[in-house]
């Protein structure tokens, strides 16, 4: 009740004029209804608001459309963009009849990987730390008919324009290509625009560390710290959206997409996870890279689970053009203490408290809810059925001679491999019915619709090599 009663006083001090009602959709969307703040009561708060759920792809249909979305009174935050004075709330969706989660909401699978933490006896606290890039563009076109499809993006930091004629002049300035990482200003022009996305998400309450050019043209980072892994996916889910709202009062776009122009670095995120219990690091040890043998677990399972992962980590067809070797994309099932080129990495920490594991396989299209708690599940069945990860891979992965490199598995190379890979291994997912196989396969279906669209269109490269055949 105390956070119920937080938010009353929220909107009565602040003059709050509407309360819009956040939740995430299967592909990871957030969604919004909005309600004048006169219907935003204690009861309205505590029993929440019905609504119409077919509507939603992938989850219910027609006949059977009513849910409920419960609002989290803690998650509240005064949004920034809106012309009048809104106050935004997350929330988890349940059965109207029972009260309990509704299976396929993503933020109630989140929930149930926390308390099945818990139930374990593993630990007590996971935390989550993404990693989420993206691009900034000035012109965004592209047409998807029977018979046109193309794509065309600008920017004018982008370097296919140094030879462009601009009215005020061209001032030359502008990273090369897998040159943005770190040019200070003039050649990073977006210096400005990332320093207001970070204040914004400071004003927030977010814990936000800094920003800067990543290493592909137009490309860029925010450092959003650590949290707890409900707390961390909302998180995520504003950084989003904060990202696209800024960029678009600048006039510009900003898109996660994980490849969105050929031939420069796609977009990651990498996920630093560490689980604790009773206040102490479970992750800290003496084992290789001061890891514990808890964490060499559920690195095993992370790698074992890697290919069935993928299909909630790299959720996008598109993800796997950014998976493919020479691009800085971690394709590699190893891991490693520093090096950056297998798909797990142990990043250097002096503090017992710090030491974490890094999976930097996923992507910033995943729904992130279901992200986090597919990795977890992973490490937790890694830790509980004691998953050997193998030797630790020290090497420069890319430079391996091809016999050493056909030793080692890789992560998958399409959604299509992904999708079939997790229907032969999701028994780590539903232990505890954090998943569950309905809610697997609705993903799935939604899953499978992309693949079969994107494999039958004709593709215009393939224009440039079969048209003429």
Same mark, same amino acid.
């Given at each position: 009740?105390?956070? #119920? ?13 509407? =309360? ?19 219907? =935003? ?11 119409? /759920? ?59 990987? $926390? ?7 593993? &630990? ?28 065309? =993006? ?17 001032? %030359? ?5 897998? %040159? ?12 400005? #625009?990332?320093? $207001? ?7 927030? /309450? ?8 990543? @290493? ?8 959003? =710290? ?15 959206? #904060? ?19 050929? &031939?420069?670095?796609?977009? /990651? ?30 690195? /095993? ?9 993928? *299909? ?31 798909? @797990? ?6 503090s017992p408290s710090a030491k ?22 992973? &490490? ?22 091809? $016999?050493?490199? *056909?030793? #080692? ?23 505890g019915d954090v998943f569950t ?7 799935? +279906?939604?899953?499978? +619709? +992309? ?9 215009? @490269? $393939? ?7």
């Amino acid at each position: 009740m105390s956070d #119920i009663q937080a938010v009353l006083d929220t909107i009565k001090e602040n003059d709050i004029e509407y =309360v819009d009602i956040r939740f995430t959709d299967p592909r990871g969307k957030l969604q919004h209804i909005t309600m004048i703040n006169d219907e =935003v009561t204690a009861d309205f708060l505590e029993e929440g608001l019905m609504f119409d /759920g077919s509507s939603i792809a992938g989850w219910k249909s027609i006949d059977e459309s009513d849910m409920k979305l419960i609002p989290d009174c803690a998650s509240a935050y005064i949004d920034p963009f809106y012309a009048e004075k809104t106050l935004c709330i997350h929330c988890s969706v349940v059965e109207p009849d029972t009260g309990e989660a509704y299976p396929r909401d993503p933020r109630s699978t989140a929930e149930k990987a $926390e308390a099945y933490l818990i139930a374990t006896g593993i &630990g007590d606290t996971a935390y989550f730390g993404p990693e989420a890039e993206f691009f900034l563009f000035d012109d965004v076109r592209f047409s998807n008919t029977m018979n046109k499809v193309s794509f065309e =993006v600008d920017a004018a930091d982008a370097p296919w324009n140094s030879d462009t004629q601009y009215e005020m002049g061209n001032m %030359g300035h502008r990273p090369g290509i897998k %040159g943005g990482y770190f040019p200070v200003n003039p050649i990073d022009a977006g210096h400005d #625009i990332r320093g $207001e996305m970070l204040s914004t998400m400071k004003r927030l /309450g977010m814990k936000v560390d800094k920003h800067h050019h990543e @290493v592909g043209s137009c490309q860029h980072e925010l450092g959003l =710290v650590f949290g707890t892994l409900v707390k961390q996916a909302d998180e995520l889910q504003k950084f989003k959206y #904060i990202i696209h709202n800024v960029a678009h009062a600048y006039g510009k776009s900003a898109t996660f997409m994980p490849k969105p122009i050929a &031939g420069d670095n796609g977009t /990651g995120m990498h996920v630093n996870m560490s689980i604790w219990k009773e206040g102490k690091p479970l992750f800290a040890g003496d084992k290789y890279a001061d890891l514990s043998q808890e964490a060499l677990y559920f690195i /095993g399972g992370i790698l074992k689970h890697a290919k069935a992962l993928n *299909a909630f980590t790299n959720p996008a067809t598109n993800s796997y053009k950014r998976l493919i070797p020479g691009f800085e994309a971690p394709v590699l099932r190893a891991y490693s203490a520093r090096n950056r080129s297998g798909c @797990v990495r142990i990043p250097w920490a002096e503090s017992p408290s710090a030491k974490r594991v890094e999976a930097r396989f996923p992507d910033p299209a995943a729904n992130p809810y279901l992200c986090f708690a597919a990795l977890l599940m992973a &490490g937790l069945d890694g830790i509980t059925n004691k998953i050997d990860p193998g030797e630790a891979s020290d090497k420069d992965l890319y430079d391996l001679p091809p $016999e050493e490199l *056909a030793g #080692i598995p890789t992560v998958c190379a399409s959604l299509r491999e992904a999708l079939e890979e997790l229907e032969n291994d999701m028994d780590f997912l539903t232990a505890g019915d954090v998943f569950t196989k309905d809610q697997i396969e609705g993903y799935m +279906e939604l899953k499978w +619709e +992309e693949v079969y669209t994107m494999e039958h269109t004709p593709h215009p @490269v $393939e224009y440039g090599m079969y048209y003429s055949c």
